[in-house]
């Protein structure tokens, strides 16, 4: 009991770590297929909501269970973004708790080596590499899509060393459960029935057609992908099944990019997909050392069970989405912890194989500290963007020709929704005080009178030096980044143009040395518009206009920073 606390304490540390993470970046923020689930607790508010609203395809997805879950955790929390990507984190502990028990029931194996791997096995599953989906709300519905199939794997695996015939049966019931779940959580979901077909089979052997649990599993699976992909529509700009055959060359490329992109982030392709190759060709030898040691499947299914998911998935992705976001290497990673799963066994007595496994597990190593500076800055960069996104969302009263128009920010587009949509759940979140309007940043802005403001102020000028840029329907208010803790003494700007005030918004991205070394590595150098601050008026008329920006101090106090400035449209 002792040597377990101190397993599950190791695993605890990379979670505590990954907690943090989310915490300092994440953002009370709705974006892209987040705008879905607020037009859905629209649509309930207004009595329209039924269950093909729930079940209806989101893209080439169906998200039953994450729109059930979201819409609950929305409702208890005001719609806080990151409540949610808090649950994703608390999904992620569920597979942290199935593989250290795992590695702690492991006979014959040291307690300094399961240390080891526990610890590495940790450090895999919330790798910071995953930064798209920890700090992105809808990314829950990507971790249901991959952490039910691990439990059903586990459940299945677990049947085989039951006691009972009642017992097999209920871990049999509950990895059913499992697979279905994964199935309408997202497409890569479906995998859990084929994946669960081959552990069945190996669990089974010569008995595997005339199983009663083999039938069953196997009608449930046909059903539940006939049921899923019956009148799916897929998003046209992605790759087809045809461009397996037209272009095989690419799919093979992209397959081992999205393997590869879990130990080299952001590297060019080419690098990737030598990454790739390298985890794909230590899945081989490794498929060599199980053979050449008569090691039998039946006691490593659960290893097998992740990496033939991680293995299928990657394979989807390259086939259907051809790309290699941050996102989508929560799967692949799952072929590098069933390989940990299964290295952690080998009593390797020739010095070939040893010296092979060293080899992998030092590069696997190596890749943390590239992943993790990659996930801290990918992160920092995206929370810079929310911010400005939200000062967006805040201000729509202002901006609401720019928020419903075909040009709105990327953020906010996404095929499921028109700009026009978006524009009504920000009016429904703002009517219920959700989300950033629960505890607005930037909130409507004040009347300043002349009186209450204090005059040109040298000090807070010295803190905002700062040039405008006008354009016709926006002005741009430039302070450079190098500006020195004006974060911290300026609390809100806002804009005087011809006697209205408009908030500003005050990008507050900590542009470090550290992340300065890490820009050069960047293939988008841009940061997000660092150090830059903007306005987004009704289109101003050609004429004459007045303007000045006027400061809130931390202080609580009101400051003239520039005298009236006089320019022409």
Not at 240 to 253: G, P, T
Not at 351 to 362: D, E, H, R
Not at 406 to 427: D, F, H, S
Not at 468 to 476: E, N, S
Request: charged content about 15%.
């Amino acid at each position: 009991m002792k040597k377990k606390f101190i397993y599950f304490g190791i695993a605890a540390i990379p979670a505590a770590l990954c907690l943090a993470f989310i915490c300092c970046l994440g953002i009370n923020q709705i974006c892209w297929d987040e705008w879905t689930m607020v037009d859905l607790a629209k649509r309930i508010e207004d009595n329209e909501l039924n269950f093909a609203d729930l079940i209806a395809p989101h893209g080439e997805h169906r998200i039953f269970f994450p729109r059930l879950v979201f819409l609950a955790i929305a409702y208890l929390t005001n719609f806080n973004s990151v409540a949610q990507m808090l649950n994703s984190w608390l999904l992620l502990s569920l597979v942290t708790f199935v593989t250290t028990n795992y590695i702690a029931q492991l006979k014959n194996v040291s307690d300094k080596k399961k240390y080891f791997f526990i610890a590495l096995i940790s450090v895999l599953i919330y790798s910071w590499v995953q930064w798209g989906n920890f700090l992105y709300a809808f990314g829950m519905t990507f971790f249901m899509a991959l952490i039910f199939p691990i439990l059903s794997y586990h459940f299945l695996s677990l049947m085989f060393h039951a006691e009972n015939k009642r017992k097999r049966n209920l871990y049999y019931v509950a990895a059913l459960l499992a697979a279905f779940i994964a199935s309408f959580s997202s497409a890569q979901g479906l995998f859990a029935w084929i994946v669960g077909a081959i552990i069945l089979f190996i669990l089974l052997g010569k008995k595997t057609f005339t199983s009663l649990h083999f039938i069953t599993w196997s009608l449930i699976g046909v059903f539940v992908w006939i049921a899923y992909l019956s009148n799916l529509e897929r998003l046209g700009h992605h790759s087809i099944v045809a461009n397996l055959v037209e272009n095989w060359l690419s799919v093979i490329y992209m397959f081992f990019s999205v393997i590869g992109n879990t130990m080299l982030p952001k590297a060019s392709g080419y690098i990737m997909t030598v990454a790739g190759a390298f985890v794909m060709g230590s899945t081989l030898i490794t498929c060599c050392i199980v053979w050449k040691n008569k090691i039998s499947l039946s006691s490593i299914l659960f290893p097998i069970a992740l990496i033939l998911n991680g293995l299928f998935v990657s394979g989807s992705i390259a086939l259907g989405r051809a790309e290699t976001m941050s996102r989508y290497t929560s799967f692949p990673i799952y072929i590098l912890v069933g390989l940990l799963l299964i290295w952690i066994e080998f009593r390797a007595r020739e010095s070939n194989i040893k010296n092979g496994l060293k080899i992998m597990l030092s590069a696997l190593v190596l890749s943390i500290p590239l992943t993790m500076a990659n996930g801290f800055y990918q992160g920092t960069k995206w929370r810079a963007m929310n911010n400005y996104h939200r000062y967006m969302v805040e201000t729509s009263n202002i901006n609401q020709d720019k928020l419903s128009s075909a040009n709105i920010p990327p953020l906010y587009y996404v095929n499921c929704i028109t700009g026009e949509k978006v524009l009504q759940c920000i009016n429904f979140l703002q009517e219920h005080r959700y989300n950033v309007f629960h505890k607005p940043t930037y909130g409507v802005a004040p009347i300043l009178y002349e009186e209450h403001l204090g005059q040109v102020n040298n000090d807070v000028l010295q803190l905002l030096p700062h040039t405008f840029q006008f354009a016709p329907d926006h002005i741009r208010v430039i302070t450079p980044a190098e500006t020195p803790n004006y974060k911290d003494k300026i609390a809100n700007l806002y804009l005087d143009i011809d006697g209205n005030i408009y908030p500003l918004f005050i990008n507050r991205y900590e542009f470090s040395p550290i992340l300065q070394w890490l820009t050069q590595f960047d293939k988008d150098k841009s940061v997000s518009g660092r150090g830059i601050s903007f306005v987004y008026p009704q289109n101003l008329t050609p004429g004459i206009h007045h303007v000045k920006i006027k400061a809130l101090t931390v202080d609580g106090k009101f400051y003239i920073v520039d005298p009236d400035i006089t320019f022409e449209i």
